[in-house]
């Protein structure tokens, strides 16, 4: 049970670093093309898509796109970081629980 647990949690970490890697090249790409159009957003633009379609979308028509794009990146990437590290977490209590009896 122990070499299982051990896996699955090895198993996360390579998720999770496979994750950062391929959000990390999809989110550099898009903020490439951003900061080269001089496209300029506050943080709570991302996190709020009302804001940003009233403040930040008209202001750059033509790059809507990778704005969007850009958004929706940095928001899955934090969800699914979110659920990795949960799931470590739980997985990791476990193992400290089975460890103990052993």
């Not at 896996?7 to 390579?14: A, D, K, N």
């Amino acid at each position: 049970m122990l070499k299982i647990l051990l896996f699955f949690i090895i198993g996360l970490f390579v998720a999770m670093l496979f994750l950062n890697v391929y959000f990390r090249a999809k989110v550099l790409k898009t903020y490439g093309r951003l900061v080269r159009n001089r496209v300029e957003f506050k943080p709570a633009h991302v996190f709020n898509r009302k804001k940003m379609e009233e403040e930040v979308l008209p202001k750059y028509p033509n790059m809507r796109q990778d704005i969007l794009d850009f958004s929706n990146h940095m928001q899955y990437s934090i969800k699914m970081a979110s659920v990795l590290i949960a799931l470590i977490t739980l997985v990791g209590a476990v193992l400290m629980y089975f460890r103990g009896e052993g």
